[in-house]
């Protein structure tokens, strides 16, 4: 059973194998979903989907197993969608209610294909805004297209839900914002950042280990705990961020990602510097002076096992990086590129997280040096981005 959505989830790039396709019949045969597609829906997002960056390609999969829309290239169509001025969805009318009567009385199209060949239609058609209409996209009227109207099916663009009889729960498609190009949030970040995590059974052994017991209880006779040592995540991480002046833009982003840090790695330590490295790094930006930590200390307290991840947008004046006294704080006495190639050959993997979106990278003529210091280990901000970056340092 479910071959056919088992190559359709397979075609829009959702990484499914046979062994969840057999426990998708299983559930099924045990009876966990029955003649009820929702039910059925979340169970098969549940077992076929492991990772939440593919749910996106799930709902678009399986609407495309329900629906039969093969002929629709319905990326376009969104694209189409979104391209309506916005004042055709202003509400300027009342929202429309009509009785149960009125609303039965109304023609659906019968399928979404033919729903959504009509809004293709009305995407041709259109010129103007539209409002209490029962045929074009607009608001306050009976058209299946729009917002604020009423009937019993339709598209809804623009407004919120509120009588619940738009298209299916697949449609909504919420986790776009798990693109590998989108600004990441700290959940995200948390996902993408846990490939980094190595675990080891260390210390005394605690904890009990189900499978050793069942084992030796087989072979004993008798009741034969067996206990291992608690797992615990030994990748040591070291971060050292950039603040001050071009990184303020992008403080929220670097919060998000020092928390979803400190909540994956159980050994992370963390400094700040400005634009370079130089000389020397602080722990508390309130306390710059009195927190700071010579560089040459850094490399003697934390050893070459560190994962180091360098933060930071790396656009600075070129003399900041390549001469001496370039700071734009002090007088530094060795030029920047000195200390970062000094940093590369003190621990094993390090690697840059650039904030400023890739397209950019070009025009900045410090972020190509920096990028070339470190062997092209320099990796944006995006879920991609950062799936790269552990993907190098766990290896």
């Not at 099916?153 to 693109?179: C, F, H, M, T």
């Amino acid at each position: 059973m479910f071959v056919r959505l088992f190559y359709t989830l397979r075609k829009y790039g959702v990484p499914v194998t046979t062994r969840e396709l057999i426990d998708l019949n299983q559930a099924i045969a045990e009876g966990l979903a029955f003649a009820d597609q929702d039910e059925f829906y979340q169970l098969a997002k549940t077992i076929l989907v492991k990772d939440e960056r593919f749910f996106d390609k799930f709902d678009r999969a399986i609407k495309d197993y329900f629906e039969g829309i093969e002929t629709f290239d319905l990326d376009e169509l969104l694209k189409q969608v979104q391209k309506i001025p916005k004042e055709w969805l202003d509400l300027e009318l009342l929202e429309k209610h009509l009785t149960p009567e009125q609303r039965e009385a109304l023609q659906k199209a019968g399928s979404l294909e033919e729903l959504m060949k009509m809004l293709e239609e009305r995407l041709r058609e259109q010129h103007k805004k539209h409002q209490g209409g029962n045929r074009m996209i607009g608001t306050g009227g009976t058209s299946p297209f729009g917002a604020f109207g009423d009937h019993p099916e339709g598209v809804r663009i623009g407004g919120p839900g509120r009588k619940r009889s738009a298209v299916k729960v697949w449609e909504q498609r919420k986790y776009q914002n798990l693109d590998d190009d989108q600004i990441l949030g700290t959940r995200q970040m948390q996902l993408a950042l846990r490939r980094l995590r190595k675990f080891a059974r260390q210390g005394a052994a605690e904890e009990l280990d189900v499978d050793g017991t069942i084992r030796e209880t087989a072979k004993q006779g008798i009741l034969d705990v067996q206990l291992v040592p608690e797992r615990r995540n030994r990748v040591k991480v070291l971060m050292l961020f950039d603040v001050g002046g071009s990184m303020d833009s992008y403080i929220a982003q670097c919060e998000k990602l020092f928390s979803a840090a400190k909540t994956e790695f159980k050994t992370l330590e963390y400094f700040y510097f400005h634009n370079c490295l130089y000389d020397y790094v602080w722990k508390d930006n309130h306390r710059r002076q009195a927190s700071r930590l010579e560089t040459w200390d850094l490399f003697h307290k934390y050893g070459r096992d560190y994962r180091v991840i360098i933060v930071g947008d790396a656009s600075m004046a070129p003399y900041e990086l390549r001469s001496v006294g370039g700071s734009v704080e002090y007088m530094n006495d060795e030029a920047g590129e000195i200390w970062l190639r000094r940093l590369r050959q003190h621990f094993d993997k390090t690697a840059w997280l650039n904030p400023e979106e890739e397209n950019y990278w070009q025009y900045t003529q410090t972020i190509g040096l920096i990028k070339q210091i470190f062997d092209d280990h320099m990796y944006p901000m995006t879920l991609k981005g950062i799936e790269d970056l552990t993907r190098y340092l766990s290896r």
